[in-house]
């Protein structure tokens, strides 16, 4: 829980609430939902719906926020003000007022008038007999600008209670429901009805919540750094799909998940936090913070690249090249809508990055069912695809010239090391899951693979970021460091060492997710002072009294910054946990954390069993909590000695690095 007399002192850090439907950024006059964008190709955004619900106008003593029970409170002397997205109903948003008083005054947050909308109607109308809750307002709207000539005029509709001006004592409740039909925002107001009166609408909430706090969590005995844990994991899951998969009696509005922006689900205006789309940060920055963790939300982001791959074969055709080439930024289409043509025509990582998601998903759960059931084999193909025909063979290598570096200061350069290195792991598992799945692997994707040119530098013993890089170059943030972690590029100690050395000197005060690589690094290598150092670097990002993150230490930039809460969260469970994801095994490394004596990592994900990790200074205990007794899984360590992890049993261990594998592949690793 995080208390504070005051807001911050910059709006755009205030609370945001989500539950990967709508998003409302606490004391705002917005509120957004998943998928709903206006604008036509690069003019695209998401569109602004006025906010429905009240807010009381008395003078407030204290603001909260529980990530525990994801509520916000607005506190005063003679009342409490409660918010909360409902996690199970999605398309609902709760605000509860208890008055403990003569009266609260209520006041309209709507600002004015959507410059995105077309009003089709608004007007109070009576739904239903329940006499608290039968009259309500009806607010409906459409887009101005679908996203492409053939996309549909959006439309939306909002049932929300109406609210007095005044409140007198006791407990007071009011309801908006979202949908993209009228029968859809009825249905989700009239459920929530039906659970306010059977006293559960807040009880659902926080138990399903309670739930994921119980099965999976990050643990530490620092109060300030666990809640910065806690509300960074409450901040990335309220931008994905969880709980409100689950719901009976809803066939007819089936969710459609449309990914996580970087800004998240209560951002993303025309002109904001870039816009609401989707980026490479959703599959190589966040997908990983919550993979360990949360397996099956990853799957709902992949599905979503499955719905957009369309506009990615369109983007390669209009290029001139054959397969699936991802938009540098999408929306609801899969087409391009970057508003940029130099990133959007040179920002070519983010298709191979797409594939390291899927790719790492499939190791973690085993899941390679996605591929033939979900249509994810078509994006692994078609990519690889991309790739074969973007390269040109120099006489020595394949080569991939006039492209964008993650690196965003420097365009139009050949031979991204970090590219490069991203298409060839593109390449191998596209040549892997059509041995698993026995289909024709295209031969040129092999011949790619082992051709491809991955700048490095013998004499200085590091990898250049792009062909012609000079050493000291600015940079904006992590590019070459990513090889040695995510991608897993083989190399010495003492390249990795320089690659981080050398890149680390010279970045700008960039992105916040950067310094948590540079981090995990120097983890790799044993360098625990340094990584302590480099991991403390995040910190700069994180604004107070929410631990709201932003893109930039000393700028606002994107607010909400979800690629740096996943960047954060990926320090912790790949840096200190040292957590490895091998089709074969599980590896970890773990690291007390800096200023901590104990952490715990609770659910942590492996091939449908889930795994307890406690490491202290003393050494550390593991404990696999799932599955059958009678399965046979071990801890190994470095010289092969094994230890075998029953069920809801205990094994303490020294700090070092271990593989847990199932028993039938421990000859194998």
């Not at 919550?290 to 390669?316: D, H, N, T």
């Not at 990055?353 to 973690?364: G, S, T, W």
């Not at 012609?468 to 590019?479: D, M, P, V």
Request: aromatic share 14%; net charge negative; with cysteine.
């Amino acid at each position: 829980e995080i208390s504070s007399a005051k807001l911050p002192d910059n709006k755009n850090n205030n609370v945001i609430l989500s539950n990967s439907f709508v998003g409302h950024r606490l004391h705002g006059d917005t509120v957004y939902m998943n998928g709903f964008y206006n604008g036509s190709t690069t003019s695209c955004h998401r569109a602004r719906i006025p906010c429905p619900f009240p807010y009381t106008k008395n003078t407030a003593s204290s603001y909260t926020l529980n990530s525990k029970q994801a509520t916000y409170s607005i506190n005063g002397d003679d009342f409490r003000q409660v918010f909360y997205a409902h996690s199970v109903l999605n398309r609902v948003f709760v605000t509860e007022i208890y008055v403990d008083g003569e009266s609260v005054t209520l006041e309209s947050h709507q600002g004015k008038p959507s410059t995105d909308l077309t009003i089709i109607s608004c007007s109070n109308e009576v739904i239903s007999t329940d006499e608290r809750f039968g009259e309500v307002t009806v607010f409906a709207g459409q887009i101005k600008n679908p996203e492409t000539e053939d996309s549909p005029v959006l439309k939306v509709f909002c049932i929300s209670s109406v609210f007095p001006k005044e409140l007198s004592n006791g407990h007071h409740t009011f309801l908006s429901a979202f949908g993209y039909s009228h029968n859809e925002a009825v249905k989700f107001y009239n459920l929530a009805v039906q659970y306010h009166n059977d006293k559960t609408l807040l009880s659902s909430h926080q138990k399903s919540w309670d739930f994921v706090w119980k099965s999976v969590n990050i643990d530490v005995d620092n109060l300030d750094f666990a809640k910065t844990v806690k509300s960074s994991l409450f901040f990335l899951l309220g931008a994905f799909p969880h709980f409100a998969l689950h719901i009976p009696d809803l066939e007819n509005y089936p969710f459609v998940f449309f990914g996580v922006s970087p800004g998240s689900l209560g951002n993303g205006g025309d002109g904001q936090d870039y816009w609401g789309h989707v980026f490479w940060d959703q599959d190589l920055w966040m997908l990983p913070g919550v993979m360990l963790l949360f397996p099956e939300l990853v799957r709902q982001s992949i599905l979503y690249r499955v719905a957009m791959l369309p506009g990615a074969r369109k983007k390669a055709k209009k290029h001139g090249f054959k397969g699936a080439m991802y938009p540098w930024e999408s929306g609801r289409t899969g087409i391009d809508v970057c508003p940029g043509a130099i990133y959007a025509d040179n920002q070519l990582h983010i298709t191979a990055c797409v594939v390291y998601a899927i790719r790492q998903y499939i190791y973690l759960t085993g899941s390679w069912d996605i591929l033939t059931e979900d249509g994810a084999w078509d994006i692994v193909k078609e990519t690889a695809d991309y790739w074969v025909s973007r390269v040109k063979w120099d006489g020595d290598y394949f080569v991939i010239d006039h492209v964008m570096d993650p690196d965003e200061y420097h365009y139009n350069v050949n031979n991204s090391c970090f590219t490069n290195a991203a298409a060839r792991l593109n390449l191998l598992f596209a040549i892997e899951a059509a041995g698993r799945l026995s289909k024709t692997s295209n031969p040129s994707w092999q011949t790619v693979s082992v051709g491809i040119k991955i700048p490095f530098d013998e004499k200085l013993r590091y990898h250049p970021e792009y062909d012609g890089y000079t050493q000291g170059t600015l940079i904006k943030q992590a590019s070459v460091v990513l090889l040695g972690y995510p991608l897993g590029v083989p190399m010495d100690a003492d390249v990795r060492k320089n690659d981080i050395i050398e890149y680390e000197r010279c970045t700008d005060k960039g992105p916040g997710m950067t310094y948590s690589m540079y981090s995990i690094g120097m983890l790799e290598l044993g360098q625990l002072e340094t990584a302590e150092q480099l991991f403390k670097v995040q910190f700069k990002n994180l604004r107070p009294p929410f631990k709201i993150w932003n893109e930039y230490p000393y700028a606002r930039g994107c607010t909400n910054f979800l690629t740096a809460v996943g960047g954060f969260l990926q320090s912790l469970l790949y840096g200190y946990l040292g957590a490895r994801v091998d089709e074969q095994f599980l590896q970890v490394n773990p690291h007390v954390l800096p200023d901590c004596s104990k952490v715990t990592y609770t659910g942590v994900s492996y091939n449908g069993e889930k795994f307890n990790f406690t490491i202290s200074k003393d050494g550390f205990q593991v404990c696999r909590t799932t599955g059958n007794a009678f399965e046979l899984w071990y801890i190994i360590d470095k010289d092969g000695k094994k230890w075998p992890l029953v069920s809801n049993e205990t094994v303490s261990l020294a700090l070092g690095l271990y593989k847990i594998c199932f028993s039938d592949d421990y000859d194998i690793i």
